[in-house]
């Protein structure tokens, strides 16, 4: 299973592959940036789609639109991962067609088991 | 009868009445008419009676003349016995001188006619033997025996006509002329012979126009008439006789035409009678109207004056009464027993003071009385009187042509209260009157001294009116603004930035609604920017015609920019702080993260292949050092948790907090089933509990609320959170109960409890700001600040009972969930309070 994480921040990437790959035995790959992400979106065929809220350049929203305008994501789910963690604010992020929002900080002992539901459905 | 006399139209009393006036003048009549004959006979008797004592007296007269004549012949003859023929004639001569009735006169010697005069005519008597004649020879002698002379006849004389012969006895020797004394020597007779006619002519009994019919009869067997018809005697009462010697002689007389029987004038009379009656008879009939008209009227005077809407009364001269009506009696009821007739005004009056009919007299019964009688008595009298039952009477009284009294009584009760009613709406008004007056100083002192002002706009919605306080306030002159409609210089403002006053002024104007507290900028009147606050509605004529609007406004600008300033600020802040609560919560999710490993130092590379090595090795002191070490870091990294989450948990509260005095949090209520969620949070505190060995239970029924399922788990999480945290052994327990149309969760402890002056505290986040230094309270943060706005938010309520160091309860309300409820109310309050 292939996770796609994108985040700006390097520490969170490290948690999150640590946690993914170490807990959950999932596939990660990441990228530091929306428009990293979206570039490099059609050589890679992730089953789940992680993707950091508040990035420079490219915010989450906007690279959720673009990666939903390819062909490709069309269907692929994609979950926000948010230090924005007001109820509005998640239910904005789920309006857009989000699968779910994962607050920030984040449990990395069940994010792998938060993921796995989320692939499940 | 009766039928005929109702066929007649009279009653019986009425056709009686006629009959008695009818036989009554026809009584007087008779009887009239009775004593008319009466009189009539008894004048035409006293008449004839008259005429017959004349008759008499004249036949009388002129028979004694004739005795008179034979005896003085007699006796001139007993003074010449011897006297000769010649003598005789000369003695007739002069003795019959004035008696032309007398035929002759002859002296009479032993039934011998010896002389005679005068001697001419009856010559071939002298000698005649009387003795051939028995009624002679009889005469004379009577006349010889008795010396007293006799008048014979009627009887038929020797000449040839009926006449009446008086014979005088002669007597001769005596000096004495009257024989029945001494007589003397009888000598002879002398007769004097008259003629019956004669007599009976010089009283007048031929008179042609005489005026009663005379019949003369001799009053002898026989009865032998003498004059006139015998069969006059058989009709006639008026009868005399008259007698002379030896003569008697019966007279009667009638009224030449019979007797008069019938009154002269009777038929006038009875005209007049007849005149009398029917004049009566139209009289009583007259009569009879009018006392049945007066009947009528009287009638109708007593009905009129027992429909009269008063009372009234009648006194006679003496002050008694005569007659009073119902109302009368009615008003003075316990009075009414002395109302009779003939009883004085005073008596009326005492009966009533005794029985309690005056409640004004009560206790001057005597100054009331002569009251009273002193103004009953003057000539008018204007009085106001209350009854026993509280109602009123003005007495009008005035004194009638004849000495009395007529009273009138009327009831004046809703005058009275009228009046009464006015004097205290009077009253009113003028406090009323004295109120306004001072509301209107107040307002002008107010609207003077006011940098708000009042306006008005007329039904155009022009300015028609502005305070002084609006020129002080703005320095806007009022004729700026005066006659101009408020669209003219208050147009919606361009941009999004300002409120939307001014829109819904106008859209309020426009629907005639009341308008409060709205802002709007004032362009086009000063220079620089101008916001105003204003209030206004409509008012209406009496006839609820539309009249205009009235309102007050105050020049908002300073403060405006001031809110304005601090709202850019706020969001500034809440802008600040979801940026901070950002940048705070990635190194916070990278601490928390990496921290988290550490809890679970075991599942890290390095310690795996460390705890291999030393079990490859067989180092037992190594594995326990390494144990140990894991333990060690195990437990800080579980501080490093706590204080992180504890860090986080503030970072929430912060934002959240932040958000709702910004008021933008939002709320999406809906049906929220209590229980999952209830067991949610149990499951989601149960392993902290267990930690600190507190039971954590719940019995929550099938109930659901009406609220947003984040807010409400937020709440609940917070309140178990901290019941969790402040309870060192016992149980914390999650009940509800449904009270009215809310559902009310009560979260308790046995923890340390909040002190009684505390507690209305906890909720209000200066206090948990001012002391939150001072108190063991870590931990609490602003949690339940926020939970309170929220529950508020959706309606509910939250309170706190406590005892200290004996627990807790906590108990929030709210709205339960009832499928037959529509929501939009609180919908509506949510959106509002959404969009604010």
């Excluded at chain 2, 006297?83 to 002859?106: C, H, K, M, T, Y």
């Excluded at chain 2, 009253?427 to 002008?444: K, T, V, W």
């Excluded at chain 2, 706190?800 to 709205?815: C, D, K, N």
Aim: hydrophobic share 45%; aromatic share 8%; proline share 4%.
């Amino acid at each position: 299973m292939l996770i796609m994480h994108v985040d700006d921040e390097p520490d969170i990437r490290e948690l999150t592959r640590l946690s993914l790959e170490m807990m959950g035995g999932f596939d990660v790959v990441q990228f530091a940036s929306g428009v990293e992400a979206v570039e490099a979106a059609a050589s890679h065929r992730p089953d789940l789609v992680l993707l950091d809220v508040m990035m420079p350049e490219l915010d989450g929203t906007e690279t959720f639109r673009r990666l939903r305008a390819l062909e490709a994501y069309r269907d692929i789910p994609i979950a926000f991962m948010t230090a924005k963690a007001s109820v509005n604010d998640q239910k904005e992020l789920l309006a857009l067609g989000a699968i779910t929002v994962i607050a920030k900080p984040f449990d990395p002992m069940t994010l792998p088991d938060i993921v796995r539901s989320l692939l499940n459905t | 009868m009766r039928k005929v006399l109702q066929r007649l139209g009279l009653g019986v009393w009425t056709a009686l009445t006629y009959l008695g006036v009818v036989t009554g003048i026809a009584g007087v009549a008779v009887l009239e008419e009775r004593a008319m004959r009466a009189d009539l006979v008894a004048s035409q008797t006293s008449d004839a009676q008259a005429y017959l004592d004349m008759l008499s007296e004249d036949l009388l007269s002129v028979l004694r003349r004739k005795f008179d004549t034979g005896r003085a012949i007699a006796g001139a003859v007993s003074l010449v016995p011897d006297i000769n023929q010649d003598q005789f004639s000369r003695l007739g001569a002069v003795v019959l001188r004035g008696e032309p009735s007398v035929l002759n006169i002859s002296t009479i010697r032993d039934l011998r006619i010896a002389h005679v005069h005068p001697i001419e005519e009856n010559a071939r008597i002298l000698g005649t033997d009387l003795s051939t004649s028995p009624v002679r020879v009889a005469s004379v002698a009577r006349v010889r025996d008795t010396g007293i002379g006799e008048l014979q006849g009627p009887i038929e004389l020797f000449l040839g006509p009926m006449g009446f012969i008086v014979r005088q006895p002669v007597f001769v020797g005596s000096e004495v002329a009257d024989p029945s004394d001494a007589r003397g020597e009888f000598w002879g007779m002398v007769s004097l012979v008259f003629s019956a006619d004669a007599v009976f002519r010089e009283v007048g009994l031929f008179e042609p126009d005489k005026p009663y019919e005379v019949a003369i009869r001799l009053a002898d067997r026989d009865a032998t008439p003498i004059f006139g018809d015998p069969a006059v005697f058989g009709a006639t009462e008026i009868q005399s006789d008259i007698s002379i010697a030896n003569a008697a002689w019966d007279i009667a007389v009638i009224p030449m035409d019979g007797w008069i029987t019938r009154p002269p004038g009777l038929t006038t009379r009875r005209g007049t009678y007849l005149l009398i009656a029917i004049v009566a008879v139209l009289l009583t009939r007259y009569f009879l109207l009018l006392r049945a008209e007066r009947a009528r009227v009287s009638q109708q005077l007593r009905g009129a004056i027992d429909v009269l809407p008063g009372g009234f009364v009648v006194h006679d001269a003496e002050d008694r009464m005569v007659l009073c009506n119902d109302t009368y009696k009615e008003f003075y009821a316990k009075s009414a027993p002395a109302m009779v007739p003939g009883n004085t005004f005073e008596q009326m009056l005492r009966y009533g003071l005794e029985h309690g009919q005056f409640p004004e007299a009560v206790g001057r019964e005597e100054d009331w009385l002569s009251e009273r009688l002193s103004a009953h008595r003057s000539d008018e009298s204007f009085v106001e009187q209350q009854l026993v039952d509280g109602r009123w009477l003005r007495i009008i009284e005035r004194a009638t042509p004849d000495g009395g009294r007529v009273g009138v009584r009327l009831d004046i009760t809703e005058i009275k209260e009228n009046a009464l009613k006015l004097e205290r709406f009077n009253a009113e008004l003028q406090s009323a009157l004295a109120a306004r007056d001072e509301a209107e100083a107040r307002f002008a002192e107010l609207s003077d001294m006011s940098t708000e002002w009042f306006w008005e706009q007329d039904a155009d919605l022009r300015f028609s009116y502005l305070s002084a306080g609006m020129e002080r306030a703005t320095g806007v002159d009022p004729s700026a603004i005066l006659g101009r409609r408020r669209d003219e210089f208050a147009r919606p403002d361009a941009g999004s930035t300002g409120p939307a006053g001014t829109t819904q002024i106008l859209e309020a104007l426009e629907a005639r609604e009341e308008f409060h507290d709205l802002i709007y900028r004032a362009l086009d009147v000063r220079q620089d920017e101008m916001w105003v606050r204003t209030s206004g509605r409509p008012f209406y004529n009496a006839e609820g015609t539309f009249m205009g609007y009235r309102g007050t406004a105050a020049d908002v600008t300073p403060l405006y920019s001031a809110l304005r300033d601090a709202q850019k600020a706020d969001r500034a802040k809440t802008q600040f702080l979801n940026v901070i609560s950002h940048e705070l919560r990635t190194p916070l999710t990278v601490l928390l993260g990496f921290n988290r490993f550490l809890t679970r130092p075991h599942v890290l590379p390095a310690f795996k292949r460390l705890a291999n090595a030393a079990d490859v090795e067989g180092r037992e002191d190594l594995s326990v050092a390494l144990d140990g070490a894991m333990s060690e870091v195990e437990n800080f990294a579980r501080k490093m948790d706590d204080a992180g989450q504890q860090l986080l948990t503030l970072i929430s509260d912060m934002l959240d907090l932040a958000r709702i005095e910004s008021n933008t949090v939002r709320i999406q209520a809906e049906r929220v089933d209590v229980a999952p969620i209830v067991a949610s949070v149990v499951e989601q505190f149960a392993p902290m509990a267990t930690e600190k060995a507190l039971a954590l239970v719940h019995d929550v029924g099938e109930v659901a609320v009406y609220a947003d399922a984040a807010r409400f788990r937020q709440i609940l999480n917070n309140l178990v959170n901290n019941a969790i945290k402040f309870t060192e052994a016992g149980q914390i327990s999650i009940r509800s109960e449904r009270v009215d149309d809310t559902v009310v969760v009560h979260v308790e402890d046995t923890g340390i409890g909040v002190a009684e002056d505390m507690q209305p505290l906890i909720f209000d986040r200066f206090h948990q700001a001012e002391t939150g230094n001072t108190r063991n309270t870590s931990g609490v943060g602003l949690g339940l600040t926020i939970i309170r706005e929220f529950v508020q938010l959706m309606d509910g309520e939250i309170w706190v009972e406590s005892t200290l160091g004996q627990g807790s309860r906590f108990s929030f309300s709210l709205p339960a969930w009832s499928d037959d409820l529509g929501h939009e109310d609180l919908d509506d309050d949510i959106a509002a309070a959404d969009r604010a």
